[in-house]
């Protein structure tokens, strides 16, 4: 059987990646493509429990606690749903993945970035995602997407906002190859255009 392929949605909170993926979702789906969705944290199973201390613990959570936690509902995740499901040749869109350790861990907490991609790595078990979308915005077009409710992630303030907007900026010039930022200040009509024209590109 064809091996599928795994594409990971990134970029600072607010960006509009959720909004593309179920877009891309149904549009493979329309044309034939066997595609299943799935995120990080909260991905079915386990995942919704990482996911409910990760953003809605009210108490001081260390930034290595942190990182731990992230990495490890990421190896569960690739273990029991990414893994298996590339193998079965489905098409694998994930909301966030390594790169967001990265960015947000390393860039936005300032932990160190070599350890970091030491840790994502023995978390997936060397897996790598075949293409990923940068989406990126502003701080006031984020402000303005994310609302007053924010999780305890999306609480942390701008000026870590904007160290994770850059991390990733930074990230996606180190792998040209499978990164692809994709100016998502527009509307959603325009940022799909984008995201529909690599993944033709993908499928040739
Ligand atoms: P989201 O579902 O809106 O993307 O929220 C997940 C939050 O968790 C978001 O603020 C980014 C953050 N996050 C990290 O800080 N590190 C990670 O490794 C992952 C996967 C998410």
């Known amino acids: 059987m ?8 990134e970029g600072a909170d607010g960006c509009g990646k959720t909004t593309q993926l179920n877009l891309l979702a ?20 386990l995942g ?8 809605n613990y009210d108490g001081d959570v260390s930034d290595r606690c942190e990182s731990f936690l992230f990495l490890a509902d990421r190896a569960q995740h690739v273990d029991m749903i990414i893994k298996p499901a590339v193998e079965k040749g489905k098409i694998v869109l994930c909301d966030r993945h390594t790169d967001s350790t990265l960015a947000y861990q390393g860039y936005g907490r300032g932990l160190d970035l ?28 984020s402000n303005k997407r994310v609302g007053k409710e924010k999780d305890r992630m999306e609480s942390a303030g701008d000026d870590f906002f ?14 040209p190859n499978r990164i692809k930022v ?3 200040t527009r509307s959603i009509d325009e940022v799909f255009e984008d995201v529909k024209m690599y993944i033709k590109n993908a499928l040739k």
């Open 48 to 55: 919704e429990k990482f996911r409910e201390i990760l953003l």
């Open 114 to 141: 070599k350890q970091i991609n030491m840790l994502n790595n023995i978390a997936t078990d060397g897996l790598k995602p075949d293409m990923t979308f940068v989406f990126d915005v502003d701080i006031e077009t």
């Open 2 to 9: 064809q091996k599928g392929l795994f594409i990971t949605f």
């Open 162 to 175: 904007t160290k994770v907007r850059n991390g990733y900026l930074q990230i996606a010039k180190m792998e």
């Open 182 to 184: 994709i100016d998502s």
């Open 26 to 45: 149904q549009y493979l789906e329309q044309n034939g493509y066997d595609v299943i969705k799935t995120r990080e944290p909260g991905a079915k199973g």
